[in-house]
């Protein structure tokens, strides 16, 4: 973590240097300023979403979003404060006030942009149908069938994509994104629908246990929510993350949890 926000301090310095040249009629972030005043960036996180968050025998939150979190909050100068929430709650969380940003594997779409703003992409990433290596089922038109039940995360994209892709499977709502995938595990679901990234990983992690049924079925911009209404916050957040991109710290970040390359954002 350490070399990672080397890498970063210099942008965060550069923001910091026009900030103190800049008008004094220039708007100033109130969230800037509450967290610098606070000492803390407080994070609205999921739990049970491995490898991008979860929560560790230790009883704190790991991965890849919480160590991006933890990166955000150095190059900021003051401590991380994590806060777990479910899916839906990622939005309610930034609404309320009581997180100054969400990175819980979040996608921006133009529905959730009317109530939180976002940050540009960190990862972008599709949504795949994961099943059993030993499963019968080959295809989603063999899947969409009324004796196959597939599992998904409520409050998430996946509710209506699940819905409009395979109408005829029995669906089954699950809280968190590790739930549905233990319902796979375990038989009680014939599948599972998921970010592609984390399924790959899954795959990659115990070869010959699961298989990626062929079709992607959606691309989804993968970043960091903000309260709306404070342009620098924004502002600072955003060109954050294109440094984190840049610089070759994502990557970093990614390989570590996901065990293969970051792939291009684009």
Request: a neutral charge; charged letters at 15%; proline letters at 5%.
């Amino acid at each position: 973590m350490r070399k990672i926000s080397i890498l970063l301090a210099g942008f965060f310095a550069l923001i910091m240097a026009w900030a103190c040249v800049a008008p004094a009629s220039a708007q100033q972030s109130n969230v800037y300023a509450d967290v610098k005043s606070r000492g803390t960036l407080r994070i609205a996180t999921v739990a049970g979403n491995p490898p991008y968050s979860s929560v560790g025998t230790d009883g704190q939150p790991t991965g890849y979003d919480v160590d991006i979190g933890k990166a955000l909050a150095e190059a900021l100068g003051v401590k991380p404060e994590f806060i777990i929430v479910d899916v839906p709650g990622r939005i309610a969380a930034l609404q309320t006030g009581r997180a100054d940003v969400t990175i819980a594997n979040f996608t921006a779409t133009t529905q959730r942009s009317t109530a939180v703003a976002f940050s540009r992409p960190y990862v972008v990433v599709g949504s795949v149908f994961l099943a059993l290596n030993g499963s019968p089922i080959q295809s989603i038109e063999q899947l969409n069938d009324a004796k196959y039940k597939v599992a998904y995360a409520r409050g998430a994209t996946s509710e209506q994509t699940t819905a409009a892709v395979v109408p005829n499977a029995e669906k089954l709502r699950f809280d968190a994104n590790n739930d549905g995938f233990l319902a796979l595990q375990s038989g009680q679901a014939d599948a599972v629908f998921m970010d592609s990234l984390q399924a790959a990983a899954y795959v990659a992690k115990e070869a010959g246990k699961y298989r990626i049924l062929p079709g992607n079925f959606s691309y989804e911009e993968i970043a960091i929510g903000m309260p709306t209404g404070d342009f620098d916050w924004w502002r600072i957040v955003d060109g954050w993350v294109g440094q984190f991109n840049g610089s070759g710290a994502n990557n970093t970040l990614f390989k570590k949890y996901f065990g293969f390359d970051l792939p291009a954002i684009k």
